[in-house]
């Protein structure tokens, strides 16, 4: 098949690399040229601008950080949409705003173009091993066509209602990593401060009802020091102020997700934006 | 070995019959008699005051709600103070002040009585199947004279240092369970508003970073309408007033666990408080 790939970042660049080793006749786009090397070695073709990317492609997946920036891609100078073919579906594996996704869909259907959004769960070593949980939102019709795709590049995918339909899911998944992350860094931030033995500690946490992804996989990373991204804390701080935008428009409490909000933020703004979000204990720590 | 058992609740019953059937020479007390029966029916002696229980008891366990409860059995008016002999054990498994913990081993020291802490976690289930995780506070060799003891209700048993040390790891798994299971509500409410398939929901959130024990224990509760206890909702509000007592004198910022010990309490006293700790939802579909 003719894929486009706009987004060669920590998630983006795998799944290019291997939807390219899949057999299909890619073009990729990214700002920073360079991170196309390692796809262009293989094979696959290295486009100028996003428009140039689009060009004859009859699947366009982008992976962007934000909103605008899946904006610039798709309707900027040089965007996608001017030269999208009729009857072509853009899939937006970027976590951003549901009603922006409504909006982008609606534009790209006057053109004739389809769009499902298909936010990723699984992070980056999902995406090295085409593990990653794929959302799905748009029509059932498109969503089968694009199907062989998506479980070149990911393991669980999951149809889950119209165009909008996976960044809700997202939504859900964001704010129970997230509250769930703060828990874990309150625990061991108490216990650090009680002075307790910390490979104890770890032992009941895992051992019952405390036990989690984010204890198994950040609590160890925690423990040695280990800040790396992972998932930076600016990209978790983004998603949570898309989770604070619908829970919003949802109506109802929310005090947990708005807590994580601040917390997130707070330490995205004072220097651990870069870090993994395992980081929001030194931001306990500073105090 | 002589033991006797105060508090046959949830966790307490279970706990007794294991170590009747392990052959120990038993005297347990109940403020609802009626609870005695079954193991009395094993062999196990009935006392009428927590003063008899003790008396000629080696080990002495307290299975009781909160600090009053454990001061009433052990210092009110025939409390097992009045009885305990010299050199004896009191092993104390309710989730209680630290603080509190400490003053309760320094009043029996005078009497030459010793004393662990040794909360517990795993619930009904952990202390029916003998698998309950034990943190143990106290001198080490106080803990190994009641290992034995331990091993016979438990399955990972740690000692976590001095006396109070099993309460502050008490707190530790508290706030991370409390605060896990409010992302897991929230997240799932915000999918209920949403229209979602919840099934579907439910398979994104436990393939991946969102996975907890509390959402792959509570989630199934919460989606059958299921909210029996468990862990009762009174309780945990409890432990999370003991948790702020903790944190607070530690100083720093717990604000997750602040906000958990303000939704719990919330929960508890606005008619959820016999409801198990997945009612909190319930809490968030009043709005």
């Known amino acids: 098949?003719?894929?486009?790939?706009?987004?060669?970042?920590?998630?983006?660049?795998?799944?290019?690399?291997?939807?390219?080793?899949?057999?299909?006749?890619l073009a990729v786009f990214?700002?920073?040229?360079?991170?196309?090397?390692p796809v262009r070695a293989k094979g696959a073709k290295v486009a100028a601008t996003p428009?140039?990317?689009?060009?004859?492609?009859?699947?366009?997946?982008?992976?962007?950080?934000?909103?605008?920036?899946?904006?610039?891609?798709?309707?900027?100078?040089?965007?996608?949409?001017?030269?999208?073919?009729?009857?072509?579906?853009?899939?937006?594996?970027?976590?951003?705003?549901?009603?922006?996704?409504e909006e982008f869909g609606e534009r790209l259907a006057a053109k004739g173009v389809a769009m499902l959004d298909a936010p990723l769960t699984g992070g980056d070593v999902g995406a090295r091993n085409a593990t990653l949980t794929i959302m799905v939102g748009g029509e059932e019709a498109v969503f089968q066509r694009v199907l062989p795709l998506f479980e070149t590049v990911g393991k669980l995918i999951l149809h889950m209602g119209p165009l909008g339909a996976g960044q809700r899911m997202k939504v859900v998944n964001q704010i129970v990593c997230a509250v769930t992350l703060l828990g874990v860094v309150e625990g061991m931030r108490f216990a650090e401060q009680s002075g307790m033995a910390m490979d104890k500690v770890m032992q009941v946490l895992t051992s019952g009802a405390a036990g989690s992804w984010a204890l198994a996989n950040y609590g160890p990373r925690i423990l040695k020091g280990d800040f790396a991204p992972g998932f930076p804390m600016k990209l978790q701080s983004k998603d949570l102020r898309i989770c604070m935008e619908a829970v919003?428009?949802?109506?109802?409490r929310y005090e947990a997700t708005a807590l994580a909000d601040k917390l997130f933020r707070e330490a995205a703004e004072s220097g651990l934006g870069d870090n993994g979000t395992q980081a929001m204990i030194q931001l306990l720590r500073r105090t």
Chains 1, 2 share one sequence.
Do not use: Q, W, Y
């Open 248 to 252: 919003r428009e949802a109506g109802g």
């Open 51 to 101: 428009r140039e990317a689009a060009e004859g492609a009859e699947v366009l997946f982008i992976c962007v950080s934000d909103t605008p920036d899946v904006h610039g891609v798709l309707f900027g100078p040089d965007g996608a949409a001017e030269s999208l073919a009729k009857s072509s579906v853009v899939v937006d594996c970027s976590t951003i705003s549901a009603d922006a996704t």
């Open 1 to 25: 098949m003719r894929v486009g790939f706009i987004g060669l970042g920590i998630m983006g660049a795998p799944m290019a690399m291997h939807l390219r080793e899949a057999g299909h006749d």
């Open 30 to 37: 990214n700002r920073t040229a360079s991170k196309c090397e």
